[in-house]
């Protein structure tokens, strides 16, 4: 991967926890920002070189460097959360694993063997969300047990507002999508809408899902 030309970097009010995407001259690349460290694998950002980034994420000293840390695993991370007592990294086959220190990580059952896509902390509950509708919960972030979701769809996405857990789902071969929605993170019901979502949010009194072909609502 060549980052020598830096094109973009998105979204534009970064925020600890969330994914920094980096699209560079030969393809896009991602990492994600946690508690003030950057976790890739053999990558060295620097802040002369990608000066928007390090802006984005509140590294403006010149010449600062944020060096990639080792996940402990060579497959691919998806998602990743800090609860401010421990960092959680999940993605390809259901794996998960947890560390406090950024250094050593620990294997955990995440309950599925499906691809992980999304993980979030939500009103004192960790939820996960995969792949053919892999959808399991955790009190602690270590213990996960599997939820029926009642789609058969990639859930992207869970957020949390006005007394309800929401995942938004995708079918993108079908250009469909689901909204699912629980009370306690437990029980789900769903409702299926014509297109596919790949984020969802809860702000301001609503919820905002975007999706497929620049869809949105």
Known sequence: MNYSTLQEVFPTNQ?????????????????????????????????????????????????????????????????LLYDNSKYIAAGVAGMLRTSTDLVTWTNQTSGTSNTIRTLVYLNNLYL????????????????????????????????????????????LSLNQGYIGTSTDGINWTNTTITAGISSITYGAGKYVAVGGTGSGG
């Open 15 to 79: 925020t600890v926890g969330e994914k920094v995407l980096v699209l560079a001259g030969t393809g896009l690349e991602s990492a994600s920002y946690l508690s003030g460290k950057i976790i890739k694998t053999n990558l060295l950002y620097q802040q002369t070189s990608y000066p928007d980034l390090f802006s984005q994420i509140g590294h403006n000293t010149v010449g600062a460097s944020l060096t990639a840390l080792t996940s402990g695993t060579s497959s691919s991370i998806f998602a």
């Open 128 to 171: 996960l969300g995969g792949d053919n509708g892999a959808l399991c919960t955790s009190t602690d972030g270590i213990s996960w047990t599997p939820r029926i979701s009642n789609t058969t769809s990639s859930i992207n996405s869970i957020t949390y507002g006005a007394g309800k857990y929401v995942y938004a789902a995708a079918d």
